[in-house]
Structures are given as structure tokens and as C-alpha cells.
């Protein structure tokens, strides 16, 4: 915070040592809940980055990441056509137009474990007799460009896929991924003004189903799981949504869910967020070895609702050789229960 200020006044020097420490910050917002002077640490912070992306001075691993999404429309610099190669394109059909829309974000149409995930949660819809959609030519949904500092771009894939969103009549948008759930419902509004859709996170929806007795899980006599869930910081911290996902979770028979130390608005953060995995991907992984570690020692599997904390937790407990079971909610769901 002094640092920023003291650049805004040119009472510092930019050196490289300073501009990184800007991107050293997973932008969980937990900063923003423990601030006794009520500061939004994170909004300074996301200014600072925007400020040095506009002036041209953001570091290198930012701008090759933002290029590779203006140009390739993911950030994984991979084309449409690479789906099919990857066989990640889906089977099924679906159809020009529905009431809802599901908005697969990034992670779910070009990683082989998020995508996986997705195609839970399309079989878990279809065996509910629900009828949706997606967008065949979907594209990011700006939250990486948003979060290291790029607005144009930002901008520019909000005003497309709500365009895309709009073609198929869709009244409600659901999405797996926080990252995406975050930028659609809070930032779109402020970029195009109020969507006609409602968004939703999968978790969300599901808990609605719940509650309306239209889904129900059979009991089928499994060994008890013992499980912590873990609050993706965008979906819980930057947007509140924590009963959800431990509504799901708690309706699973043979599923018992226990918390961790730091739950909900305390919770800590895997360490994914906010660019980090790419301006310090060493950092990430002893962010979310911290995490894991807790849940190793209480021996208890560990359930999220994000794709980028299943891959940090994964790619952590890979470096670190811990002993602890990492569930997707999606997968904690198809894994031990069958629906009636």
C-alpha cells in the first residue's frame, strides 16, 4: 500500500523488484476482511495493475499471458480445432436455443480434469431432465485479462459473450467456475450495464434442485467419506456463496463434511488465484501446501467447487508427495452416488 502510494505521488522508482511484488497477491480479498482500517486492499491493488499495464510496464510472464488469450480466445493458446484432437468436444448435441445456457469457461474446454468435471455436471443435468445449452463458439470470459490489469480486453470478451449468451434466448447462465461466475455476475453489469440473464454457479442451481425434492442421492452403502470443503476464494470471499456447496455435500449419504480451521470468509486461499500461477508458480504451490497439509493431518479428503483449486491443490500435492485425497464436488457426487 505505501508503495503504491508512493508511486502515484513519483515519490518512489518503479524498479522490477517492485512491479512484481504487485503480482505476488493470489487477490483472494482476505486482506480486504481483516483490515482494521476497512481498506479494500484488493481493489488498490487491482488498480496498481492496471495502471502499469495501461503505462506498458506490467512484467513479461503478464503480457505473453494476456497475448495468448487476445489471440487464441483461452489461456491456453489452444484453437477449436484442438478439442477435437483432444477429443474434449462433447458427444452430445444441443440446442440452438434454451431457457439455460451453461458457460464452460477455459479451464473446462481445454484441461482434461476440469473437463472431466463438466461433463459431471452436463450428465448430473441430463439425468434430471434438464434442458440446456452452451456456446458453441465460447470464448474466455476475460476474468485472467481482469485480473492483471488489461480492461480493453476484459472488456472486449464481455461484450462478445454476452452477445453470443443473448443468440440463444438463454434466461439463466450457469457455470462451474468461480473465475467465471465472479466476472459474469459482478463485472459484466459494470462493463455493459444490467444482463438479461441470471447467473448462476452450478452449486447454486444444484442447491435449488435440492430444496425443490428434485434432486435427491440414493444411499448405496459405501464406506463413509470424510471430507473438508474448501471455499474457492472468488465464489465465497468476492461473492458469498457458501451454503451451497455444503448443502450438496451434506445431502450425500455416507458423506460426512467436516471444516477446516479457516472456513467460509476466513477461509485461506489454494493459492491459484489472481494471476499467481503464472508470475510465481513456486509461491502457488506453498500457498496450497499449506492447505493440504491441514487436511492430511486430519486425514480427510479435501472437495472444492473450483477448477483452479483442484489443478493448485494437484500440482501441489504432486511437488510436495502429500498423502490427501482431492475431490471436485461434481466428482464427489458421480464418484459415490447414483440420482433417483
Request: hydrophobic content about 35%; aromatic content about 8%.
Amino acid at each position: 500500500m505505501l508503495i503504491l502510494r508512493s508511486l502515484l505521488r513519483e515519490q518512489g522508482t518503479l524498479t522490477e523488484k517492485v512491479r512484481d511484488s504487485l503480482y505476488t497477491c493470489t487477490m483472494c480479498s482476505n486482506c480486504d476482511n481483516t483490515c482494521i482500517a476497512g481498506i479494500k486492499v484488493t481493489d488498490v491493488l487491482a488498480a496498481g495493475r492496471r495502471d502499469l499495464y495501461e503505462l506498458g510496464k506490467a512484467p513479461e510472464s503478464v503480457n505473453s499471458l494476456i497475448k495468448t488469450i487476445k489471440d487464441s480466445g483461452n489461456v491456453f493458446d489452444l484453437s477449436k480445432e484442438d478439442l477435437d484432437i483432444l477429443g474434449f468436444n462433447p458427444d452430445q448435441k444441443f440446442p440452438e436455443s434454451a431457457d439455460l445456457l451453461f458457460f464452460k469457461g477455459c479451464y473446462a474446454n481445454y484441461h482434461s480434469i476440469p473437463h472431466k468435471s463438466t461433463m459431471r455436471s452436463f450428465n448430473i443435468l441430463k439425468k434430471l431432465n434438464v434442458d440446456f445449452t452452451v456456446l458453441g463458439d465460447e470464448e474466455c470470459c476475460g476474468s485472467p485479462a481482469y485480473l492483471l490489469g488489461d480492461m480493453d480486453t476484459t472488456r472486449r470478451f464481455c461484450e462478445y459473450n454476452v452477445s453470443k449468451i443473448e443468440e440463444t434466448g438463454a434466461c439463466r447462465v450457469v457455470t462451474a467456475c468461480p473465475g467465471c461466475y465472479r466476472v459474469l455476475k459482478q463485472v459484466y453489469p459494470k462493463l455493459v450495464g444490467k444482463l438479461n440473464f441470471e447467473v448462476l454457479h452450478i452449486t447454486e442451481l444444484l442447491a435449488e434442485y435440492i430444496d425443490a425434492g428434485r434432486l435427491v442421492f440414493k444411499k448405496n452403502g459405501i464406506d463413509k467419506l470424510n471430507v473438508l470443503y474448501h471455499d474457492p476464494c472468488e465464489l465465497g470471499r468476492h461473492c458469498g456463496i457458501y451454503e451451497a456447496p455444503r448443502k450438496i455435500i451434506e445431502s450425500i449419504p455416507g458423506v460426512n463434511l467436516e471444516e477446516f480451521d479457516k472456513n467460509r470468509d476466513e477461509a485461506k486461499c489454494c493459492g491459484g488465484g489472481g494471476g499467481l500461477t503464472i508470475s510465481n508458480p513456486i509461491l502457488a504451490n506453498q500457498i496450497a501446501k499449506i492447505r493440504l497439509q491441514e487436511a492430511e493431518e486430519k486425514n480427510k479428503a479435501v472437495v472444492t467447487a473450483c477448477p483452479a483449486c483442484q489443478l493448485n491443490f494437484s500440482a501441489s500435492k504432486d511437488k510436495y508427495n502429500l498423502n490427501v485425497k482431492i475431490l471436485d464436488i461434481y466428482q464427489l457426487i458421480d464418484h459415490v452416488n447414483d440420482l433417483y
